[in-house]
Structures are given as structure tokens and as C-alpha cells.
């Protein structure tokens, strides 16, 4: 069973509306993190924002913010205000059993294809 | 510090060769991950190192691959005998080890790899 889903392989959005990208996750570990990635043309993964399992707000980093809900277990991506730049592949991923001992290595979903329109 | 550094940028070999992929990781960091990128499959996790020991190899295609990390400072991506549908984009990523915090993985550029 896969750990991530992104069920939007891709999505259009006008410029300066707000984009929430989809994101669900499986896992039984109670100590997780939750990531998101953009990666633009340039093939770089730029981090840009992290929600712990055990974190009681969503995480906001700028024009980014996560949609935390525990017990769908969703973690969605609200870009506010989209810009031209924002134009690129967003990936969430996981990282399980982190908190207070070992790490396991993020496991990505297929990510979705932003495209924002002038 | 100047981020993950990862070296060639790009790969052009011919199938049958040895690909030799190099990696250095933001000083500090105890996990190292090398990843593979392709259009079908996604991102894939392939091997993970922790204080330079390989926890978790079962991503890891077959035995033409293998990964070392002989300081933590450095780590290799070996693939011997190259086939052309090992052609891909390898990233290098490194991290700290979490402790009820925020522990995102900073990547490397990526190689892109080419077998003809």
C-alpha cells in the first residue's frame, strides 16, 4: 500500500487565488513528520514546510500552510496568493518514528504538477 | 555551509560501464540518503545512512548497485554494470537525526544519469 497519495497529478490555478494541494498518508507509527517539496523546472527539491505528528497547530511558513487533520490523516498544502514562480512539481512526503530515536527515510508521494496562469 | 554537494551534474555512459555517483553532506548531519528519480516511478529511496552505516538498503534495485559512505563527509553510488533503464536522476539528501523536531532533508542538485 502506497504511504503518500497525491491524488492531483496536476492542476491549473489563476494567478493570486489560493491552491490546496492534496495530500493523505498511511502509517501506524505514532512519531512522524510530514514534508513539503517543490520542485521547479530546474529539478532542485526545495523544502518548504514540516508538520509533526505530535504538532496541535498547523504549521504556517509565509505564503505556505498546512491543513493538518490527524484523524483523516491528511496533510494538505495551502499555497495563499499564487504567484507565476509558484509554477512547479510539489511533493509531500513522510518521515516515520523520528521523535526520540531513529529516523526512517522520507517516502514520497507522485507529486502534482502546479501550473499557475497569468 | 554550501549545501549537499553531489558530483558529476550529469552522466552520459554507455550501457556495460561503471557509474560512479559522489556525494558530500551538510557538515553535521548523521543521515545521508541517496534517492532516484524517473517519470514512472517517482522518487524512490534507495539506501539511507546513519553515523555512516547503512540502516535501510532495500530500495536498493539489485546487485548492480551499491552505496558506501567511508566518512561522514562523503558517500558513493556505485552502478556496475550500467543498463539504460538505470537512466534517472540521482539526488543526495542529508539531514539530522529528529528529535521531536523539525528534521526536513536538504537535497543535492542530482545527477542526471544517462546509460546509451
Known sequence: AQKITQTQPGMFVQEKEAVTLDCTYDTSDPSYGLFWYKQPSSGEMIFLIYQGSYDQQNATEGRYSLNFQKARKSANLVISASQLGDSAMYFCAMREGYSGGGADGLTFGKGTHLIIQP | ?116
Open chain 2, 1 to 116: 555551509d554550501a549545501g549537499v554537494i553531489q558530483s558529476p551534474r550529469h552522466e552520459v555512459t554507455e550501457m556495460g560501464q561503471e557509474v560512479t555517483l559522489r556525494c558530500k553532506p551538510i557538515s553535521g548531519h548523521d543521515y545521508l540518503f541517496w534517492y532516484r528519480q524517473t517519470m514512472m516511478r517517482g522518487l524512490e529511496l534507495l539506501i539511507y545512512f546513519n553515523n555512516n552505516v547503512p540502516i535501510d538498503d532495500s530500495g536498493m534495485p539489485e546487485d548492480r548497485f551499491s552505496a558506501k559512505m567511508p566518512n561522514a563527509s562523503f558517500s558513493t553510488l556505485k552502478i556496475q554494470p550500467s543498463e539504460p533503464r538505470d537512466s534517472a536522476v540521482y539526488f543526495c539528501a542529508s539531514s539530522l537525526r529528529g528529535m521531536l523536531g523539525n528534521t526536513e532533508a536538504f537535497f543535492g542538485q542530482g545527477t542526471r544519469l544517462t546509460v546509451v
